[in-house]
């Protein structure tokens, strides 16, 4: 068995002795006070505990593994929220040469996966997916458990020598490498998840003085670019089926009141993901004036899979969920290049988006200026551009041979490589 497998055995092992335990000690009314929660949402509301058990049901037939999938059921449901609620996220050394397990990324996929199936009942409902994590009031209690999660991690509980030692171990997060302020600065695990450069030098910004360069705005692996019509709608390959045509409305990103919810059309979108290793301070992706800036509370959610060949759980992050996600953003006013908006975006736990004091309207900023900080959960950066920026991505790719599983073919796909927060992700290079 490969040593990745080995593990999440190890990880899952762990949830399932917890499972265990709490199932053989647990009585009535010995829940955590967020479980508690849930179990009054459901026995008010029967058909939403219906559905909760179709769905994990439907995981249960996707990987009835007990060992790599300990719940199977409501009462386990329960017992994991319990846990998952005071959860340390943490490394797993595994040997002396420093190999570790993405217990985090784990963790985060393996709970929205639980929720992430389809349910017949939820078809036809306007959702972003006719799954339990999308839907109201499960939708609500879900923040709430991701709101309670983001308190615990801002507890002195939720960080110890252990916790660091694990991410210290693991190149990806980068604390080898001289970039960040001392790790004395870090008494909770969320002043360790947003933690500051050492110094601006760490993140050297691209044409500082050539304003028609775009700059990435975070460490992360671009997505691509989406072409915004003259109704403001882009088309993606799943999204809100409506008039038979599936699509999503720029609108639906900015608030009802914003005054430029129509002035991105014939623009483009371009997106970029945030790994759980990344440098989660974000900062402006170019200069100029703020002219908005607004915060939205929606969903807290996750696409997961089930790999069964690696037997790990995958993220998706596919281009519709943001429209109904968690968010902030600022409207930015450029000298030559229109409006640009920003906007960072919450994905999972605990989808905390922060917007630094000087973030006002009114304001100036640099390219390169700090705009603020993600706390705790995987996370994304939409960037709407106006026509009259022509904006066009030229971050770094590279083509590697997908092959399709049902066949012994394989097509060239291409993958833009991770960016450090600075450098160079596109152009404007005006009408």
Known sequence: MKIINKRLLVFLLLCFMLLSVSSVLGVENTHKPIANDLITLLEKNPEIKDMLNESIMEAKKINPKKLTNPVQSIEEYYNFIDEFSQLIPQQIIENPKNLVFDQILQSLCYFYFLVDQPIKQLDNKNLFKNNLQYYPPFSDWLRKLANTWGDFLDTTESWNEKAYNGFYSDPNFGLQKGWYESPDNWKTFNEFFSRYLKSPDQRPIAFP??????????????????????????????????????????????????????????????????????????????????????????????????????????????????????????????????LVVLMPMGMAQVSSVNFEEDVKVGSVHKKGDMLGTFLFGGSDFIMLFQNKAGFEITAPVELKIHKNPQSDHGEIVTYFNHLLMGQEYGIMRGE
């Open 209 to 338: 003085e050539n304003d028609s360069v775009v700059v990435s705005p975070a460490d992360s692996v671009p997505q691509g670019v989406w072409r915004i019509d003259n109704e403001s709608n882009i088309e993606v390959n799943e999204g809100l089926n409506i008039k038979n045509s599936v699509f999503f409305n720029v609108n639906e990103l900015l608030s009802e009141d914003s005054e430029y919810k129509d002035a991105f059309t014939n623009g483009v979108l371009t997106h970029t993901f945030l790994n759980v290793f990344d440098y989660h301070r974000y900062h402006f992706a170019v200069g100029g004036l703020i002219k908005e800036v607004k915060i939205i509370q929606e969903n807290v959610a996750l696409e997961a899979s089930w790999d069964p060949d690696k037997k790990i759980y995958i993220p998706i992050d596919s281009t519709g969920w943001q429209f109904t996600q968690t968010r902030g953003y600022v409207v930015m006013e450029t000298k030559d290049y229109g």
